[in-house]
């Protein structure tokens, strides 16, 4: 009987030498896909650099969400920001190796992956085949293994120890901050991890081929929104406090990483000289500024120019 189905396959039950049996078509195992001869082959590749970049963006939601809820609720009345700001990325760097490694191969910090096709492959669970209209044949399964499920492994662990450190650190360090302001960091991730985790089950597949794009134009937001809102207009406002070269170059690395992300570096000697446009925006900005204050349109307004 022929197998229906884009993503079901056939699994091998028994093997001897050159005798090989395989099963009736239905869902394949976890940690294998179908092949094009409808056959269930194990993820043995190693996950390209695209690959790489998607995970890295994933991991770095929840660190940057985390640095702005610090930040957002510290405020100017406590120094304890920054230990907060390195005990998030404590957590998360943690929580990420210690995924890699509970990860198959278990125990090494690197994985083995199934190649990404199309982006059906994100949604097997569309896909199953009704042969005779009636019965369904369930053959969903993590066509992209394990791109999908190794962020929610990641996610959980920095729930965890964001749990057991954090909590401990702000009531030793965060004496400045009232009673009720010393946990709403901690509070806020307790809404956007339950978020994020949605986000991943829902548009994981879309997020693959978007993230490069979300990047790039969320980092150039945020960027004229920083700079605007701390009336930088010229390179001394910038220079004049490290927190904002600090800001700004967190934003340059962002540049390069959707730029990187999108050229995919497939011609090293064509993509590289991309990252030249990494200072671009925030040059522009910088030159543009004194066009665009307030108060010279208001009065060149009132003086009728």
Known sequence: MACLGLYCGKTLLFKNGSTEIYGE???????????????????????ELYDWLYLGFMAMLPLVLHWFFIEWYSGKKSSSALFQHVTALFECTMAAITTLL????????YIHSCRVLM???WYTMLYNPSPDYVTTVHCTHEAV?????IVFIYYAFCLVLMMLLRPLLVKKIACGLGKSDRFKSIYAALYFFPILTVLQAVGGGLLYYAFPYIILVLSLVTLAVYMSASEIENCYDLLVRKKRLIVLFSHWLLHAYGIISISRVDKLEQDLPLLALVPTPALFYLFTAKFTEPSRILSEGANGH
């Open 25 to 47: 078509c239905g869902v394949c195992p976890r940690g294998q896909r179908t092949n094009a001869q409808k056959y269930c082959q194990p993820c043995t590749e190693s996950p």
């Open 102 to 109: 509970v990860s198959d191969p278990v125990g090494v910090l």
């Open 119 to 121: 982006l059906s492959d």
């Open 145 to 149: 293994y394990p791109l999908y499920t």
